[in-house]
């Protein structure tokens, strides 16, 4: 049986309609953007309304978006932009800051038990040294949802000269996202996140400067990204961007704050990753409306997540990248948690398709495998099972 | 027919009851094509109900888009003879060929500094090469002959022992022209160089086989295949191994060569447009072939002092390059306002440059510069063809009657040895 409910939201989100039908119209155009003909410029229309689209909701100048194939390349050009600066990036950035910017030897920035990064060790880091930094940080954490104090982040950057950052892939369209508010240098957008299509992203630029390029070629987005513009998913991207989630986010704030209180009636211990402790429920503020990550410290979060499956409910054992990989979340060791709770930890990411019934069907699916005795893997005394 | 109007089969692609076509005709098949409304059609239940993130392993929405895109894996590695575990996915040839470039110069570096190609090359390669060549690497730009093949004597003397990589276009984007790969490939297999070939333009329109034609590494375009634009791959060959560094890091996805979330609507596309092509190779080859030389053959019948640009032989059915002597580049253009069509490759087209690829086979700036790229393909029509002749023959002739060049070459004038005089 097919799981009815999905709840993986931060993986991917299924395609919008607004998104589908500008898509499925393109999808039957030709035309090259780059060509001069009419076929050509019709295209080139479309690429140029999405960008306005885009930009718009991210206050932005049009001619400052750059359209990528993925928030994974935004991320990476980002990076190859950081020139002769110092860089530092978080300890709980996406695999697509941590790994490149390991290679080119950048400083992490500590994070707090509360899932923010510690302001107190960035302020020293940029202390440390004269040279000006690049800093590299998210807006809002893929796995516990947490969000930044950019505007705070952003003070301290540029008191110190530096440039900042933002990777917002799982920001935008949840939170307000505002480049020119935040005075945000660089920011990484993606398209499927916010239920726009896979295979396109954006990386914004705060205002114009001189960028190299990551590929090179024909001179597609002003010489800094080579490529033929992939029309109809820059399309749906820019109609996904203009919907209205308003109203969606406090319906969907308030799913996850029922999911929330109904999972601690249950009983047993729960540790809700980036909620503050011993405070009343809900604090959407401080994380996603959208995302709750938590562990019970029983079973591993592999095993949860494929008995989940069984029961007709996907959720995430962490980001979907490194998904079969077992390994505790490096968020929320870098949160300060043991590998014992780490390991345990599954995320629950609720978005525009997800209803009541998604939420009392997981509750009920939690419930019967948390009192479940035991099952094949315990029995065996294998903390992980095979992937 | 127009490709706005590309829901149309090659089977009922003839209009019954009509002999206008639809307007305007879409002559620009190597700058973009239409998406085959099957691919399209395979498509959408990814966009929707089969929406899952091909990396989320633990549950059936990741399944289910994984396996979609492990079956476009198969399509594609079976259209150029290669196993599936060498495709990796890619955003298109763009990004292939800078992946191919850079990544095995990198890979490299310290050991080999030496890479060939050619300088008819699409510019996304020419554009990494003096990258490369900012960082230490050396490049030797092959020339090509007048037909547009490159040399095999030249490029057998051009490889060293530092020599790393030999990159040559399958097919030209301008001109048609197809490389000889399996040569290509057998030169450098004995001297132990990798080949990569850019084969954005040859996929499914000419039979390859990375195995026969030792080909180590090749760029596919999605777009160019009636597939979706922003989806591409590259094969890399893993017997023997081809070592290349990635170009963007991350997840790790693509075996570490290429990260970030797997586009999976646009994956199953590629893989059904290879699937097609395969399959309606032979006989749309054929079609194809008897369209472009009716329209050449028209042409040549009607009008003196035409050049055909590249080799007529050793070129896709797909592709005409055609220069108009006597008229004038912009005023052609304006006079066949119904027939979308190219004067270049299309990601330099916006500029008046002549096109260097034509320069490079020694067409002289003026010819250069009144040379139309007409690309047929999967939904052109015979009345699409007679009607662009028709209108190609029309404009070139009233462009000539007012051309002063053009009576002067009547009355036997050599223009070459007039001195102009500054006025």
């Given at each position: ?297 029983t079973k591993n979060?592999?095993t ?36 014992a709770?780490?390991g ?29 005795q035991t099952g094949a893997a315990e029995a065996a005394g294998g903390v992980f099972t095979a992937? | ?423």
């Amino acid at each position: 049986m097919k799981p009815v409910s999905y709840l993986d939201y931060n993986a991917t989100s299924p395609l919008r309609p607004e998104a589908l039908a500008v898509m499925s119209a393109v999808l039957q155009e030709t035309g090259n953007p780059s060509s001069v003909h009419g076929f050509g410029r019709n295209a080139r229309r479309h690429v140029d309304i999405a960008r306005q689209q885009v930009a718009l909701r991210v206050g932005a100048r049009s001619e400052n978006v750059i359209f990528t194939a993925s928030g994974t390349e935004a991320n990476n050009l980002a990076l190859l932009n950081a020139g002769n600066h110092r860089l530092l990036v978080s300890a709980i950035e996406h695999d697509s800051i941590l790994k490149p910017a390991r290679q080119m030897g950048a400083e992490v920035i500590q994070a707090q038990r509360s899932g923010e990064i510690d302001l107190d060790h960035l302020a020293s880091l940029l202390q440390q040294d004269s040279r000006p930094a690049f800093v590299s940080i998210m807006m809002a954490n893929n796995e516990t949802g947490v969000i930044q104090p950019v505007a705070a982040i952003s003070e301290l950057v540029h008191r110190h000269g530096g440039l900042l950052h933002v990777d917002a892939a799982q920001a935008m369209c949840r939170i307000a996202v505002d480049i020119s508010l935040l005075d945000i240098d660089f920011l990484t957008l993606s398209g499927h996140k916010i239920g726009g299509p896979q295979g396109v992203g954006a990386l914004v630029l705060g205002r114009d400067r001189e960028m190299t390029a990551l590929l090179l070629g024909g001179g597609q987005e002003r010489g800094r990204r080579a490529g033929s513009e992939n029309v109809a998913a820059i399309a749906g991207f820019g109609a996904a961007a203009m919907v209205d989630t308003g109203a969606e986010l406090a319906r969907i704030g308030a799913l996850r704050d029922h999911l929330e209180a109904r999972l601690q009636t249950l009983g047993q211990p729960i540790t809700f990753f980036g909620r503050s402790q011993g405070m009343a429920l809900p604090q959407s503020h401080e994380r996603l409306p959208n995302t709750s990550c938590f562990a019970s410290g029983t079973k591993n979060s592999e095993t949860l997540v494929m008995a989940l499956d069984l029961a007709g409910v996907a959720v995430s054992a962490g980001s979907a990248c490194s998904s079969g990989k077992v390994r505790p979340s490096h968020v929320i060791t870098a949160m300060g948690f043991g590998a014992a709770t780490a390991g345990t930890a599954i995320r629950v990411s609720l978005g525009w398709q997800s209803s009541q019934e998604d939420v009392e069907r997981f509750v009920a699916a939690w419930s019967s495998i948390q009192t479940r005795q035991t099952g094949a893997a315990e029995a065996a005394g294998g903390v992980f099972t095979a992937a | 027919m127009s490709a706005n109007n590309a829901a149309k089969t090659p089977a009922n692609d003839t209009a019954v009851g009509t002999n206008k076509p639809q307007l305007p005709i879409y002559l620009d098949y190597q700058a973009t094509t239409p998406c085959d409304p099957r691919v399209v059609e395979a498509m959408l239940p990814y966009f929707t109900e089969k929406f899952g993130n091909p990396h989320s392993r633990n549950h059936s929405f990741g399944w289910e888009a994984e396996e979609g895109v492990e079956k476009a894996r198969a399509q594609v590695a079976s259209i150029i003879g290669a196993d599936e575990k060498e495709v990796i996915f890619t955003s298109g040839a763009t990004e292939s060929n800078n992946l191919a470039l850079k990544g095995v110069a990198h890979f490299h570096k310290g050991k080999k500094n030496h890479i060939i190609t050619t300088v008819t090359e699409h510019k996304c390669i020419l554009d990494s090469c003096r990258h490369l060549e900012m960082e230490g690497f050396k490049v030797t730009y092959l020339p090509v002959q007048q037909n547009g093949l490159v040399d095999l004597e030249q490029l057998k003397a051009a490889i060293t022992d530092q020599t790393v990589l030999v990159s040559i276009m399958a097919v030209n984007n301008e001109i048609g022209v197809i490389q000889p790969l399996a040569e290509i490939g057998k030169i450098c297999r004995a001297r132990g160089v990798y080949f990569h070939t850019d084969a954005a333009q040859a996929v499914g329109k000419i039979p390859l086989d990375v195995n026969a034609m030792n080909i180590d590494m090749m760029s596919i375009s999605g777009h160019k295949i009636y597939g979706p634009k922003g989806i591409g791959a590259l094969y890399v060959r893993r017997k023997p191994r081809v070592r290349l560094e990635a170009l963007i890091h991350g997840g790790g996805q693509e075996r570490g060569m290429r990260s970030g979330t797997l586009p999976t609507p646009l994956i199953v596309g590629l893989g059904e447009a290879c699937a097609i092509a395969q399959k309606e190779m032979g006989a749309e080859t054929e079609r194809l072939k008897y369209l472009r030389d009716r329209m050449y053959n028209k042409i040549k019948e009607q009008l003196p002092e035409v050049f055909l640009n590249g080799d007529l032989e050793q070129r896709i059915p797909g592709n005409l390059n055609i220069s108009f002597a006597y008229v004038e580049g912009e005023g052609l253009m304006m006079g066949i306002k119904d027939l979308a069509v190219s004067s270049g490759s299309a990601c330099t087209s916006a500029s008046l440059e002549p096109s260097y690829v034509l320069r490079a086979l020694g067409v002289e700036e003026e010819l250069a510069h009144t040379s139309l790229r007409l690309g047929i393909g999967r939904f052109t029509t015979e009345q699409d063809i007679d009607y662009a002749v028709e209108h190609i023959v029309q404009s070139v002739n009233r462009l000539r009657a007012m051309s002063p060049l053009w009576e002067m070459a009547q009355e036997g004038i050599d223009i070459k040895s007039i001195q102009w005089a500054e006025h």
